[in-house]
């Protein structure tokens, strides 16, 4: 049977509706992709450090992790997916709440890879713009199949977003995949702020010309 877990603890399963904390940001990652690809292992790998070898369909997983990134704590809110097509309608869902993907295939399983363009395709679509942070984890690297690399870098390309191998059995960047995605976030983030100030600032800028030259006109 499909699991479908919500429980809560500072490091371990927490309700999708979790509050933000006041005084950390806090980052909502949301890990997309086929059935069997690894999704859990990577998650269970980075919150817990633990592997587990058997199979088990997700419905719905939520963990959240305090980690350091860049000298400064931050929230996870991690939603492990399910990766089978009847749950669709809830994986839409997640990615509407979602502020940044994971977008993991099996290196072992092409088709996988291909299901990430869709994947890829649907976010866009759902968000209704291209500044989605979004990063491509090829899972499995201690059994990859050879070329599936290169098919994984061209797909990485073509979709303008960076890629990771990663292996949850032995841990090899479980915890850069997360650490990169919310830098992404916040850079993000921190681009829309400045483009804003920016904007104001120009505003400011243009009405105190035209105040003086309606002030210079009356003058004359």
């Given at each position: 049977?499909?699991?479908?877990?919500?429980?809560?603890?500072?490091?371990?399963?927490?309700?999708?509706?979790?509050?933000?904390?006041?005084?950390?940001?806090?980052?909502?990652?949301?890990?997309?992709?086929?059935?069997?690809?690894?999704?859990?292992?990577?998650?269970?790998?980075?919150?817990k450090s633990?592997?587990?070898?058997?199979?088990?369909?997700?419905?719905?997983?939520?963990?959240?992790?305090?980690?350091?990134?860049?000298?400064?704590?931050?929230?996870?809110?991690?939603?492990?997916?399910?990766?089978?097509?009847?749950?669709?309608?809830?994986?839409?869902?997640?990615?509407?709440?979602?502020?940044?993907?994971?977008?993991?295939?099996?290196?072992?399983?092409?088709?996988?890879?291909?299901?990430?363009?869709?994947?890829?395709?649907?976010?866009?679509?759902?968000?209704?713009?291209?500044?989605?942070p979004m990063?491509?984890?090829?899972?499995?690297?201690?059994?990859?199949?050879?070329?599936?690399?290169?098919?994984?870098?061209?797909?990485?390309?073509?979709?303008?977003?960076?890629?990771?191998?990663?292996?949850?059995?032995?841990?090899?960047?479980?915890?850069?995949?997360?650490?990169?995605?919310?830098?992404?976030?916040?850079q993000r983030?921190?681009?829309?702020?400045?483009?804003?100030?920016?904007?104001?600032?120009?505003?400011?800028?243009?009405?105190?010309?035209?105040?003086?030259?309606?002030?210079?006109?009356?003058?004359?």
């Amino acid at each position: 049977m499909p699991r479908n877990h919500k429980r809560s603890s500072s490091s371990g399963h927490v309700n999708a509706t979790t509050k933000k904390t006041k005084d950390k940001p806090t980052y909502k990652i949301i890990v997309l992709g086929s059935g069997g690809v690894g999704k859990s292992a990577i998650t269970i790998q980075f919150v817990k450090s633990f592997f587990f070898s058997d199979y088990d369909p997700t419905i719905e997983d939520s963990y959240v992790k305090q980690c350091l990134i860049d000298n400064q704590i931050a929230q996870l809110e991690i939603l492990d997916s399910a990766g089978q097509e009847e749950f669709k309608p809830m994986r839409d869902q997640y990615v509407r709440v979602g502020e940044g993907f994971l977008l993991v295939f099996s290196l072992t399983d092409r088709r996988s890879l291909e299901e990430c363009y869709k994947l890829h395709r649907d976010i866009l679509r759902i968000k209704d713009t291209d500044n989605v942070p979004m990063l491509l984890v090829g899972n499995k690297l201690d059994i990859r199949q050879s070329g599936m690399d290169v098919h994984a870098r061209a797909a990485a390309a073509s979709m303008h977003i960076p890629y990771f191998e990663t292996s949850a059995r032995t841990r090899h960047n479980i915890d850069e995949n997360n650490r990169m995605e919310v830098r992404r976030r916040s850079q993000r983030v921190a681009k829309v702020i400045t483009e804003t100030i920016s904007k104001k600032v120009q505003a400011k800028k243009k009405l105190k010309q035209n105040l003086l030259q309606l002030k210079n006109k009356n003058l004359l």
